[in-house]
């Protein structure tokens, strides 16, 4: 088995629990409230993973800047998934939410000049397709 089969098989069980578990809180909390919840318990994950690891940050400037776009980003995002969540239906949500990678990609061919071949354009017409199919 590959050395990171393991690890994307744990990362898509947990973004799944993930996806999951708003619309549960956002039943009982306003989307604001699970929010700052949320964060708590990844500080909490982070603090732990950091001190089983004994772990010295890196410092370097464009890394850090990236690093707390990534983390702006990430939780602004998860602040509209709750928002979503809460006024729809969470498998709905779930779906077009995950189409996240189409901003990605062309973001990838835009700044890094990332190519893509036919299937691989063929296949984000179908993503497109989908978010038309699940919006409507």
Do not use: D
């Not at 996806?19 to 909490?44: C, D, E, H, R, T």
């Amino acid at each position: 088995m590959n050395s990171w089969f393991f690890w994307t098989i744990l990362a898509m069980v947990t973004f799944g629990a993930w996806g999951f578990f708003p619309k549960l809180a956002v039943n009982y909390i306003s989307p604001q409230s699970a929010l700052i919840y949320q964060v708590i318990g990844g500080m909490l994950v982070g603090v732990v993973a950091l001190a089983m690891l004994n772990f010295k940050p890196e410092t370097h400037p464009m890394g850090i800047l990236y690093a707390l776009l990534t983390g702006i980003t990430g939780v602004l995002g998860t602040l509209f998934y709750y928002f979503a969540a809460s006024r729809g239906q969470i498998s709905i949500v779930v779906s077009l939410t995950a189409l996240y990678p189409l901003i990605t990609i062309m973001l990838a061919i835009v700044f890094l000049h990332e190519t893509l071949i036919l299937k691989q354009v063929i296949g984000l017409c179908f993503a497109v397709a989908a978010i038309v199919l699940l919006a409507g």
